[in-house]
């Protein structure tokens, strides 16, 4: 249930076949269902403790619109002393429920959130040869005890493994990354200099609506890559 997703708990995950978390702040995924029945949901955080992302989004199945309106979203807000936004979209974009619309259009860094677009980049530039790669832990510890090992993209997507994603980053490097930022149109399109830390407190930005975009793409192949 969506308010199952604003609950203040640690990573609950389900089958590595379904691929998608649902957490509190923190995790994105991806979950193919059928189109008619498919929404986006894209929702930025401020005011929450560092440890979790400031976005995060989720494709879902709505077997029935959990939302009522705009005033209810804003309760849910409101409860926990969080500014934010809503966005939720059908495929189409036929219908939309926006949640704090300026906010919706406001650039943000999307921090874990921006593993999908990593993800897809970091295997077409053969940073690892598939999902299944080793990329080996340095013995030091990163501050959450399921990051304190080795991983592989199948194994640290889930739990959005930063240092994961910072390594296969060194592998890349700032010219390709600019280059598929723009062929994919993500949001700002920026790094800075800052090769490891771009997406998390950097320049790249991007806003609720420009998520719900990029999902889009996403689930129809829509998107540069085989």
Wanted: proline fraction near 4%.
């Amino acid at each position: 249930a969506a308010l199952n997703i604003l609950a203040p708990s640690r990573w609950r995950g389900i089958s590595n076949s379904e691929a998608i978390s649902f957490t509190s702040f923190k995790y994105s995924g991806v979950r193919a269902f059928p189109p008619q029945k498919l929404c986006v949901f894209s929702r930025h955080i401020s005011e929450v403790p560092a440890i979790w992302s400031p976005s995060f989004l989720i494709f879902f199945l709505l077997t029935s619109f959990l939302f009522a309106e705009d005033l209810e979203l804003k309760k849910l807000f409101d409860k926990r002393a969080l500014t934010g936004t809503v966005v939720i979209s059908s495929l189409d974009n036929k219908t939309v429920f926006i949640s704090n619309d300026k906010r919706a259009k406001q650039q943000l860094a999307p921090a874990s959130t921006f593993k999908i677009a990593n993800t897809l980049i970091a295997l077409e530039e053969k940073a690892v040869k598939d999902e299944l790669e080793i990329i080996k832990w340095d013995g030091k510890d990163k501050g959450w005890k399921p990051w304190n090992q080795d991983h592989s993209i199948k194994s640290g997507f889930p739990i959005s493994c930063v240092w994961c994603y910072q390594e296969l980053a060194k592998r890349v490097g700032l010219d390709k990354y600019h280059q598929h930022l723009k062929q994919l149109n993500y949001g700002n399109m920026q790094t800075g200099g800052n090769l490891t830390r771009f997406w998390l407190d950097g320049d790249l930005k991007i806003s609720a609506l420009e998520q719900i975009e990029f999902l889009q793409k996403l689930y129809k192949n829509d998107l540069p890559y085989k």
